[in-house]
């Protein structure tokens, strides 16, 4: 380590009644190559027995374990910001509670923005794992580049999905990140804070698996699916973002927005009031598509259509 007041690299768990997983997280961190890091872990107010496991590991004497707990719970975007406003670290890496960072993580993320200054983004491929550490999928952003400029993985992303990935998948410069996560939006404020960093600088790719996403029921994501905020995310992120001059939109890219942004529609249809639904299918989506939703038998089904006829096309 270079000191414990100015590590390298800033490991920051945000958890909240996570103890069946936060142990594992922990010691993901701890079994890093690269030591020079420190764990800032930020409680969110809770009821589980957060606390007592993480003080389990500061007895056992390892100074780069930092913990804080809020005196009230704050939200997600809140308690990212948190460990933001508490990271020393010259890098930003995030480590969800409930994932898992593999051993060579830090080190190649941390080389990656050594060596390029011009990269304010590098992010990984990442294996999918169930509630029970069971391997799902394999997932990494779709370029073979190394090294994607920023408005092309903009473009990508804003016409399509959040291919960089969740923020266990990412490594960021914190000063790049300095006015923190948006709260106005709950869903989508790592890919909006994903395009802001990429408005400074480039994608850095690292295709290999370099972290563990794991899905379980308990995940907010499914909650803000069905609440339509991903929706709202959706159009208030595409609205911000779409005038941008350096974007590289075509009209193929705009007909697959549409197409996800119909099945999105499709699947939160009884969560959101009738007059937004019309809005964002005249606006944002298709009503002709949405009108054959239940012909096809699901939504699933008609998505997976359309995806696989989009693979045709090198977006």
């Known amino acids: 380590m270079t ?51 993480v003080k389990d590991f500061q007895k056992r004497g390892d100074r780069r374990i930092r913990f804080y707990k809020n005196d009230r719970n704050i ?18 890496k995030f480590l969800c509670s409930d994932d898992l960072l593999l051993p060579e993580c830090i080190e190649r993320m941390a080389a990656a923005l050594d060596a390029h200054q011009s990269v304010s983004l590098v992010c990984s491929g990442r294996l999918f794992l169930n509630r029970n550490g069971e391997k799902l999928d394999f997932k990494k952003y779709p370029s073979a580049e190394t ?102 939109i075509t009209p193929l890219l705009m007909v697959k927005r549409r197409m996800l942004m119909t099945y999105r529609v499709w699947v939160s249809r009884k969560f959101i009031p009738d007059s937004k639904k019309q809005m964002i299918l005249e606006r944002y989506a298709s009503k002709s598509v949405y009108m054959l939703m239940p012909l096809v038998g699901s939504a699933v089904s008609l998505s997976q259509y359309v995806m696989r006829r989009m693979r045709n096309f090198h977006l």
């Open 147 to 248: 090294i994607i400029r920023g408005s092309s993985a903009t473009t990508r992303c804003l016409f399509g999905k959040n291919y960089i990935g969740e923020p266990t998948a990412v490594m960021f410069r914190k000063r790049d990140a300095g006015r923190y996560f948006r709260e106005d939006l709950p869903q989508l404020m790592d890919m909006e804070m994903w395009l802001h960093l990429l408005e400074q600088g480039d994608l850095l790719n690292i295709g290999a698996p370099l972290c563990t996403i794991r899905l379980h029921p308990g995940q907010m994501t499914h909650t803000n699916i069905e609440s339509g905020k991903l929706i709202d995310d959706n159009v208030k992120l595409f609205d911000e973002y779409s005038e941008k001059s350096l974007l590289e």
């Open 3 to 53: 000191g414990f007041n100015k590590p390298k690299v800033s490991i920051c768990i945000p958890t909240f009644n996570s103890e069946n997983y936060l142990r594992e997280a922990i010691e993901s961190a701890l079994r890093q190559n690269d030591q020079d890091l420190e764990i800032v872990i930020v409680d969110n107010c809770s009821t589980d027995h957060t606390g007592t496991l």
């Open 75 to 92: 939200g997600l975007v809140g308690n990212f910001n948190k460990c933001l406003e508490y990271a020393k670290g010259e890098y930003i």
